[in-house]
């Protein structure tokens, strides 16, 4: 299962260094500085710039948010431009809206490649997040995922554009994306990777952000996208498990440990191997949030 623990992605747009400064300082587990919708275009040259020098100047601290940098997509002819000036700053990872094409993917890695060896870094070391957000995309979501090889490091989820493309109306419930919401998760899961979803617009809602955050986590999503500070202990809250079932997943794998048999009886329950899996997802996000050690 995925190592990587991505409760809360917070955008930040690529033309505004003091919100980018300020997003460095704040708790979102992943902060991504955008180069795509939060930019008009003819703001794109500057704002790579400015990306470019706020991660120059502001090497990662421990504890501190990662990084990484969403560009345009790859049907624009804006993406080779950012990768251009952003890889001179070696920016851990990048993230690709509108991720539907898998051959137009695969050719992506391997450009990335040759800027990574312009800029000296190892080939394949620059890790891809995947928007899914187009028709399309939802249904070759999986196969998008095994075009960029190792390099994947998880899937996202966007609702919106997918439904300006499929002609879907949004509703509070999100009922009219649940079909899609479940399939990239699943290829998610399937990939191996983190899934992140879907953006929830009104950040002066929190309980209604918080209850959306709940349902992705029961849909298999590990984390969830921020546009504002306001919204990250909301989302980290809904994705980080209560003190009671970290208690429970360490009682569970401390007696899995005396145990000779593949399944066992503990606290009234037969436990087989995908139990004992479930607890070790939970205690590995609880030690992410410093709850378990």
Same mark, same amino acid.
């Given at each position: ?203 002066? =809602?929190?309980?209604? #952000? $918080? *209850?959306?955050? +709940?349902?992705? /986590?029961?849909?298999?999503?590990? @984390? ?47 436990? =087989?191997?995908?139990? #004992? $899996? *479930?607890?070790? +997802?939970?205690? /590995?996000?609880?030690?992410?949030? @410093?709850?378990?050690?």
């Amino acid at each position: 299962m995925p190592v990587e623990i991505r409760r809360s992605v917070l955008f930040t747009p690529g033309d505004q260094e003091k919100r980018m400064l300020k997003a460095l300082t704040l708790p979102a587990d992943m902060v991504c500085f955008d180069l795509e919708d939060a930019v008009a275009p003819e703001g794109k040259e500057a704002a790579r710039q400015l990306v470019r020098q706020v991660l120059d100047a502001n090497p990662p601290v421990p504890g501190g948010p990662d990084r990484c940098v969403r560009i345009n997509a790859l049907s624009s002819d804006e993406w080779r431009s950012d990768l251009a000036v952003v890889m001179d700053a070696r920016p851990p990872a990048l993230m690709i809206p509108k991720a539907d094409d898998p051959v137009t993917l695969a050719r992506l890695s391997q450009e990335l490649a040759e800027e990574e060896a312009r800029v000296g870094l190892h080939p394949g070391s620059t890790r891809l997040y995947l928007i899914v957000e187009t028709a399309l995309g939802v249904l070759r979501a999986l196969d998008a995922g095994i075009a960029v090889g190792q390099r994947l490091a998880g899937l996202l989820f966007g609702a919106e554009d997918l439904a300006a493309d499929a002609g879907l109306v949004r509703t509070p419930s999100s009922v009219e994306v649940l079909y899609a919401r479940s399939h990239v998760a699943l290829a998610a899961a399937a990939l191996d990777v983190p899934c992140i979803d879907q953006v929830y617009a009104n950040f002066q =809602d929190p309980a209604g #952000l $918080e *209850q959306e955050a +709940r349902q992705a /986590r029961t849909l298999g999503y590990t @984390g969830k996208m921020a546009i504002h500070p306001d919204q990250i202990a909301p989302i980290h809250r809904a994705f980080t498990p209560t003190q009671a079932e970290v208690d429970h997943a360490l009682r569970l794998l401390a007696a899995a440990q005396k145990e000779t048999h593949g399944a066992f009886r503990f606290e009234g329950r037969m436990i =087989d191997e995908p139990l #004992l $899996e *479930q607890a070790r +997802r939970v205690v /590995r996000v609880a030690r992410r949030a @410093g709850m378990a050690h």
